[in-house]
């Protein structure tokens, strides 16, 4: 049995937004009209694109700096990673973007898209050098044991910025492979380049952007084959 013998005061405060219309609000479900809404936003939206005629838009849009024709977008790709593309201009030309809309498009493809499609690439060239890998040791269970056996040795043996690059390649690991096996030649004390300058000269060349960026399979080879002569005899 319920002890409390009074009755509560029935809520009759409505939970109608202050500047909702009344036309919008349903006093009954105490909701917005969804519906009347909507069906209002769309007839004010085609009234709205009837008010402007094309003459009009045109004055608008030269006023904002809106080139007459799309091929008169002045944009800049002196990264020279890509070229400027004339339907992409047209599209935003029909928007109309202004010049420094169309440039910010173009930078932002630089900025977001570039990495994007370079870290896929790189994904992609990863995934391949595996395969070949796996083919050249006779299978994935093969390489799986070879591989932690290559980590094992390279980092018992090598610095890591040459475990690094050995390890990011096919030729890297199959020369790293051979350097386990005893296959590379170690070379005498006195032949094998030595002292600080030689190992920052190295470190140096793996600054250059055709060793980390466009990865010149001669000059790559080169880092490696240096690294390889200054710690082979030690």
């Not at 219309?21 to 009234?47: C, H, N, T, V």
């Not at 977008?73 to 990673?81: K, M, P, R, T």
């Amino acid at each position: 049995m319920n002890d409390n013998l009074l009755t509560p005061e029935i809520e009759t405060s409505s939970r109608k937004p202050a500047n909702l219309p009344e036309k919008f609000w349903d006093d009954g479900k105490q909701e917005i009209r969804i519906e009347a809404l909507l069906a209002s936003y769309l007839e004010l939206e085609k009234k709205l694109s009837t008010m402007i005629n094309p003459q009009d838009r045109a004055r608008v849009l030269s006023t904002l700096g809106v080139p007459e024709t799309p091929d008169a977008y002045e944009i800049n790709v002196s990264h020279g990673l890509f070229p400027v593309d004339s339907d992409v201009n047209k599209r935003l030309h029909e928007r109309g973007f202004t010049p420094e809309q169309a440039q910010m498009v173009y930078d932002l493809a630089v900025e977001k898209m570039v990495p994007m499609v370079l870290e896929l690439a790189d994904e992609f060239k990863a995934e391949r050098e595996v395969d070949r890998l796996i083919a050249a040791f006779g299978g994935p269970e093969k390489w799986a044991e070879i591989s932690r056996q290559l980590l094992a040795y390279g980092q018992k043996n090598l610095p890591p910025a040459v475990l690094s690059n050995l390890a990011g390649s096919f030729e890297g690991v199959m020369a790293l492979y051979r350097l386990m096996c005893g296959e590379e030649p170690v070379m005498a004390r006195e032949d094998t380049l030595s002292g600080a300058g030689d190992e920052r000269d190295l470190q140096s060349m793996m600054r250059d952007p055709r060793y980390w960026k466009t990865k010149d399979p001669a000059f790559v080879a080169q880092v490696t084959d240096g690294f390889r002569r200054l710690y082979a005899g030690q």
